[in-house]
C-alpha cells in the first residue's frame, strides 16, 4: 500500500504544477495588457488546463488516502 501513497504523492505533485502553470499563464495575459476581449480569450484557453490539473491534483489526494487507509 505504500506504492499507493507514493504514486497518488507523485499525481498530486503533478496537478499542482499544472495549477502553477496556469497561475503563471494568466498573470502573463494580464501583464500584457490586452484588451478586455483578447484578456477573457486568454484566461479561456486557461480554464481546461486549470480544471483538469485539479482533476489530477484530487485523483492524487484520493490515492493517498486510500493508500493511508488500506495500511
Known amino acids: 500500500?505504500?506504492?499507493?501513497?507514493?504514486?497518488g504523492a507523485l499525481i498530486?505533485?503533478?496537478?499542482?504544477?499544472?495549477?502553477?502553470l496556469s497561475i503563471v499563464r494568466?498573470?502573463?495575459a494580464r501583464k500584457a495588457n490586452l484588451?478586455?476581449?483578447?484578456?477573457?480569450l486568454a484566461i479561456q484557453k486557461v480554464i481546461p488546463l486549470?480544471?483538469?490539473?485539479?482533476?489530477?491534483s484530487?485523483?492524487?489526494l484520493m490515492l493517498v488516502i486510500?493508500?493511508?487507509s488500506f495500511s
Open 58 to 60: 484530487v485523483i492524487g
Open 35 to 40: 484588451s478586455d476581449q483578447d484578456l477573457r
Open 50 to 56: 486549470n480544471m483538469g490539473a485539479l482533476f489530477t
Open 26 to 28: 494568466v498573470r502573463r
Open 1 to 7: 500500500m505504500e506504492l499507493i501513497i507514493w504514486i
Open 12 to 20: 498530486s505533485c503533478l496537478g499542482i504544477a499544472g495549477i502553477v
Open 66 to 68: 486510500l493508500g493511508i
